[in-house]
């Protein structure tokens, strides 16, 4: 709660300026000194207290997606999946009625540069979304593109590292990325699509999300299917050129968080459609691809995009620290009736934002109202620093039991909803790919589906960055190309000047 939500609450009027401890401010132009000339006293409480808050004003930035913009909004749910009743596919209360609303947050964001990087920079952007539903939170964390430059969790400390600036001379370099990249070949999907014209959106509003990772629903009967899911922006899609985005960045690196800002002040809301594919729980050996590889997307010639709901963002943040600063999203945050896949990147990711988040914000950051379920919490974990509350003396249970089992009242465990899902696993713990790696194909046909502008300016940009590269690395990632398309790889040679 804000500081100003918290006087509302009071009924405080007062416009006098106190400190922290409720003492009213009486001088806040001078420190306590001797004499007009100094030296300050150390006794100097109100000076303390402002200016040691001061200096812990901070709190570490994300480290990826560290720059971005949120608001608040809802999700209609249309009560269906395509043409069946949603109950088919998933128990999750928030699908079941049509029209049943679920208040929603979302945090936008780039990925490689710190807090007040510029908004132009080609990077994916983030769209992470908090569902406050009636079972407990549910966070969808997705970025703008389908897919990911990697499908093994170990890779990303050093995906991030190669994109990140040089750690001697502190600014972000290709040679770094492509040697990386040219290292990765399960990379040259993501690649195909980062650095066209969908590297760069417009703004937020007009972008897609896509929660990337192949999830599960869960059904009544404990009956799962694989689902990826989707936002489609009733905005359509736009995206910029690198020659627009310079012009863009040359004037206002904010423009894309002014634009949301802008947008929802004037009653303009945006609003995205909710699509699931899905298919069922199993390996699929007829596809060409591993359905629970994230370097791929699931043609939606063969798995169409069924809407499930829609979404409206149409309240801004009164207080950015509170709201999208410390607003903490996570894979792992799913409600009943979803489910994780065995993914392993979503499973890497699971671990990943909770262990961040409790270093980044701290222990007791579920506490922080913009992380709060808007429905009851009573747990029997306690204290840690900041603790604000203990949940179950909170939920009006017996004080003395802060354990379970007990005959002596406090918390209980929850009745089932459903049959539980048991998916069966069974392999030799090991250390390998997956077998239908299939780095090439879909960013061939990528290459050629685009429009003639978008692959004009993908092979620009490619060639622009690769010139910069030393000659092994260029020649590897032609040669990656070349296993693409032939005129992909033949047009990014050519550039080069390479014959
Ligand atoms: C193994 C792979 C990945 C790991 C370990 C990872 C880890 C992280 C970490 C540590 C953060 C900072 C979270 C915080 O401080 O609150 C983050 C943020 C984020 N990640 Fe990932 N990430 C991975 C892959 C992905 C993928 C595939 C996507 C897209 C589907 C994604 C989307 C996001 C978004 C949107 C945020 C920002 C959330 C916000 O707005 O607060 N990440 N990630």
Redesign the pocket.
């Known amino acids: 709660m804000t500081d100003n939500q918290q006087n509302d609450q009071l009924g405080n009027e007062d416009q006098t300026l106190t400190n922290r401890q409720g003492h009213p401010v009486t001088d806040n132009q001078n420190t306590r000194t001797v004499g007009d000339r100094g030296p300050t006293v150390l006794e100097n409480y109100n000076f303390l207290e402002k200016i040691t808050h001061f200096d812990r004003e901070r709190i570490p930035e994300?480290?990826?997606?560290a720059r971005?913009a949120?608001a608040h909004g809802y999700f209609e749910a249309y009560g269906t999946i395509g043409d069946e009743p949603a109950s088919k596919y998933t128990r999750a209360k928030l699908f079941q009625e049509k029209g049943k609303i679920t208040p929603v947050f979302v945090?936008?964001?780039s990925?490689i540069h710190g807090g007040h990087s510029p908004e132009t920079l080609r990077d994916?952007r983030?769209?992470?979304a908090k569902f406050y539903t009636e079972d407990g939170n549910w966070d969808l964390?997705?970025?703008n593109l389908k897919i990911?430059f990697?499908r093994d969790?170990i890779k990303?400390p050093d995906l991030v590292h190669a994109f990140k600036p040089d750690p001697v001379t502190n600014r972000q370099d290709v040679n770094r990325i492509f040697d990386f990249i040219s290292h990765t070949p399960e990379a040259m999907h993501m690649i195909t699509w980062l650095f066209s014209p969908w590297g760069i959106p417009a703004n937020y509003r007009m972008m897609e999300g896509?929660?990337?990772?192949t999830y599960k629903m869960v059904n009544s009967e404990g009956v799962g299917h694989l689902v990826k899911y989707f936002w489609v922006p009733k905005q359509g899609v736009k995206n910029l050129t690198q020659a627009e985005a310079e012009e863009i960045q040359a004037k206002n690196f904010n423009h894309a968080t002014e634009d949301l800002y802008a947008a929802i002040e004037q009653g303009d809301y945006p609003e995205w459609e909710f699509c699931v594919q899905i298919m069922s729980d199993d390996e699929h050996p007829e596809l060409n691809f591993d359905p629970l590889d994230?370097t791929k997307i699931w043609p939606p010639d063969q798995f169409p995009l069924l809407p499930i709901g829609r979404m409206v963002l149409d309240k801004n943040p009164t207080n950015y620290f509170a709201e999208v600063e410390q607003?903490?999203?996570?894979t792992g945050v799913l409600v009943d009736g979803l489910d994780f896949s065995d993914d392993k990147?979503l499973q890497?990711?699971t671990f990943?934002?909770s262990?961040?988040?409790r270093h980044?914000i701290g222990t007791n950051y579920l506490q922080v109202p913009i992380n709060q379920p808007k429905t009851r919490v009573a747990t029997n974990q306690r204290d840690g620093q900041m603790a604000l509350n203990v949940d179950s003396v909170a939920a009006g249970e017996n004080p003395h039991v802060n354990y379970e089992p007990s005959s002596l009242g406090g918390l209980k465990e929850a009745p089932k909803s459903g049959k539980d899902h048991t998916p069966y696993v069974q392999g030799p713990v090991t250390r390998q790919k997956i077998s239908r790696t299939n780095d090439y194909q879909q960013a061939g046909e990528r290459y050629r589906t685009f429009e003639d502008w978008e692959r004009n300016d993908l092979i620009l940009n490619l060639v622009t960055a690769l010139k910069k590269c030393n000659q092994d690395i260029q020649e590897r990632i032609v040669e990656h190309f070349m296993q693409c398309d032939p005129e992909y790889g033949k047009r990014v040679r050519e550039g080069l000047g390479q014959s």
């Open positions: 994300r480290v990826v997606h971005g949120g945090r936008f964001s990925v994916p983030g769209f992470a964390v997705g970025n990911f990697i969790p990303f896509s929660g990337v990772n994230p607003a903490a999203f996570g990147l890497g990711r990943s934002y262990d961040t988040q980044r």
